[in-house]
């Protein structure tokens, strides 16, 4: 069974940085697509950002430019790195795996408890 469990979250400043990071465990990490996602309450959830097995990398308009995702296939982790944070990146902060190498960059199978980030004005 995948696990995926978040860490990193926290409260900012505007303007601050933070690192969020995911640790997979339970599958085959090297061969899954891996996304951060963000909710904020009655919205739905917003794919940020998305890192293929290929290394490919997506980003949601909204943090191009800010946020960095990577993946580190040794330590079955990958990472959110987010710069030039704004108020309205507050959100809780999901990272997903999925195994199914043809899945759409917005499909994915395994969910973590997601992570709470706070950016205060």
């Known amino acids: 069974q995948v696990q995926l469990v978040e860490s990193g979250g926290g409260l900012v400043r505007a303007g601050g940085s933070l690192r969020l990071s995911c640790a997979a465990s339970?599958?085959?990490?090297?061969?899954?697509?891996m996304g951060w996602f963000r909710q904020t309450p009655g919205l739905e959830r917003e794919l940020v950002a998305a890192?293929?097995?290929?290394?490919?990398?997506y980003y949601a308009d909204s943090v191009k430019g800010r946020f960095t995702i990577s993946r580190d296939n040794a330590k079955n982790t990958v990472y959110l790195q987010m710069s030039s944070l704004k108020p309205e990146d507050t959100a809780t902060y999901y990272c997903?795996?999925?195994?199914?190498?043809?899945?759409?960059?917005?499909?994915?199978?395994?969910w973590g408890q997601g992570t709470q980030v706070t950016v205060s004005s």
């Open positions: 997903a795996l999925s195994p199914r190498l043809a899945s759409p960059i917005n499909e994915y199978d395994y």
């Open positions: 339970g599958g085959t990490f090297r061969s899954s697509h």
């Open positions: 890192i293929r097995v290929s290394g490919f990398t």
